[in-house]
């Protein structure tokens, strides 16, 4: 299981999926060449548990590694999702696997707050612990700074008041993916390859996200101090 954490690793982020990972691992470039606090950004792996359902089997894991004793912080991202106690959850499988024995993982009582103990842990719920959603809501709140935006939004007001029933989840993914249509439709680019840009990660090449720097728009904050936590002395 050593494999899972690589020698000099100290800090461990574990996100659901490879969106996630992607999100944050660009979320961390950016913070290291732009933070006036000395970041441990070297000493991180990014992780991905594959999913809510997985994260006991993460834990398992990386438990057993003999590298996890020189772990000092340790980071889970999870999403809120719907109808969910997001922070429950992780603090449900947080149990059972230190019922299996040490080392023991200390239990946040609170998204957002580190523990003290040793390895730090603490929980960040995206698009918030008060908010149903997932990763997608939030970075389209961050480009609610573009006008076309709001467009986005009527449009899916206006599909559900026609009585189109929307899924929630489907709902968070598909608006970032006509989000980046829209950006794309006015450019000189082949129809067949406007529909092939829909993943959440050009969102972080668009002009507007480049130009307007959003990473560090204020919709980003709580992330950002989150990954400050975890990865500042």
Not at 20 to 40: C, G, K, P, Y
Not at 94 to 122: A, C, K, L, Y
Not at 148 to 170: G, M, R, S, W
Request: aromatic letters at 8%; proline letters at 5%.
């Amino acid at each position: 299981m050593d494999e899972l954490i690589p020698d000099g690793i100290t800090r461990l982020l574990l996100v659901e999926g490879y969106d996630d990972e992607i999100f944050f691992r660009n979320f961390v470039d950016h913070l290291a060449t732009s933070s006036d606090t000395r970041l441990h950004e070297s000493e991180l792996a990014i992780i991905q548990y594959g999913g809510r359902t997985q994260l006991t089997l993460r834990l398992r894991e990386l438990k057993k590694a003999d590298n996890f004793e020189y772990i000092t912080h340790l980071g889970i991202v999870r999403d809120s999702d719907f109808n969910t106690d997001a922070l429950r959850s992780v603090q449900d499988r947080i149990r059972t696997v230190n019922r299996e024995g040490p080392p023991i993982i200390d239990i946040p009582d609170h998204p957002f707050m580190p523990t003290i103990g040793d390895p730090r842990v603490s929980v960040l719920i995206v698009p918030s612990a008060e908010r149903e959603g997932m990763l997608d809501d939030l970075v389209m709140d961050a480009l609610t700074v573009d006008p076309i935006a709001n467009c986005v939004h009527n449009y899916f007001d206006c599909l559900e008041e026609t009585q189109v029933a929307i899924v929630p989840e489907k709902r968070s993914k598909a608006q970032i993916r006509v989000f980046l249509i829209g950006k794309n439709v006015g450019l000189d680019t082949e129809v067949s390859g406007i529909t092939d840009r829909l993943f959440l990660s050009d969102a972080y090449e668009t002009q507007v996200w480049q130009q307007m720097d959003l990473w560090n728009s204020p919709k980003l904050a709580e992330a950002k101090t989150f990954l400050h936590q975890l990865l500042a002395d």
